[in-house]
């Protein structure tokens, strides 16, 4: 089945720095979900790509969808303490209902 | 509030307990899900009910048995389980057909098989 690769699975930043995050898959993906699970918490959806070589900005954060459909990024501008958490892309492969789950990268922030 | 409840929110049970999880929606969304989350895996699909009715069962061993009796509320029950088993489970739901399949979570119930 569509498996999606996520990387890095760990990053620690100095609270200052950027931070990128990246989803990548051997087939094209149909739409790109990113959410953030704080420790302890549960998942949040933050953002959806639906277009080749989308880009969308939520205040510090970034996310892109590549040309090809096969690989999606967000990146975080200066990072900040409540940055942490754990980010996860998801692909809905074509239903409303199916979503599949990279593994995720954990942020953590050194203030 | 996150409009998705799940009781109860941590569960210790013996391999050879019966027991349930409870999941209930407040968004008025037509889809409910269940998810398992366990360290260092993705997250992976159980369960999904669109409209009370059944539509995914992502090869789950049959000790785990759902229920869906209405749009709101969404049931996971438990009979012998393996201490694999635990993890956190993660109820969700969204809107169903349309829309963007943004899944809203509940804050999960993290279960422990002893």
């Known amino acids: 089945g569509q498996q999606v690769m996520q990387i890095p699975q760990y990053q620690h930043v100095q609270e200052g720095e950027d931070f990128t995050t990246y989803c990548n898959s051997s087939?094209?993906?149909?739409?790109i979900q990113w959410y953030k699970q704080r420790p302890g918490g549960h998942p949040v959806f933050l953002i959806q790509?639906?277009?080749?070589?989308e880009v969308k900005k939520q205040k510090r954060l970034t996310f892109q969808f590549g040309e090809a459909k096969k690989n999606s990024s967000l990146h975080i501008t200066a990072t900040q303490t409540t940055d942490v958490g754990t980010y996860f892309c998801?692909?809905?492969?074509?239903?409303?209902?199916?979503?599949?789950f990279g593994k995720g990268t954990l942020l953590t922030v050194n203030p | 509030e996150t409009g998705v409840t799940q009781t109860p929110r941590h569960l210790v049970m013996g391999m050879t307990n019966k027991k349930s999880l409870k999941c209930e929606q407040h968004?008025?969304?037509?889809?409910m899900y269940w998810y398992k989350q366990s360290a260092k895996k993705p997250l992976e699909l159980m369960f999904v009910?669109?409209?009370?009715?059944?539509?995914e069962n992502n090869s789950v061993p049959s000790r785990f048995s759902p229920e869906c009796p209405n749009s709101s509320h969404l049931f996971l029950h438990l009979h012998t389980l393996q201490p694999e088993d635990s993890a956190l489970y993660l109820c969700?739901?969204?809107?169903?057909?349309?829309?963007?399949?943004?899944?809203?979570f509940g804050e999960g119930s993290r279960l422990t098989v002893l």
């Open positions: 790509l639906v277009k080749s070589g």
């Open positions: 968004l008025g969304h037509n889809a």
């Open positions: 009910y669109n409209f009370k009715e059944q539509t």
């Open positions: 969700a739901s969204s809107p169903g057909t349309g829309g963007t399949g943004e899944l809203f």
């Open positions: 998801a692909d809905s492969g074509g239903s409303n209902y199916k979503l599949t």
């Open positions: 087939t094209t993906l149909s739409n």
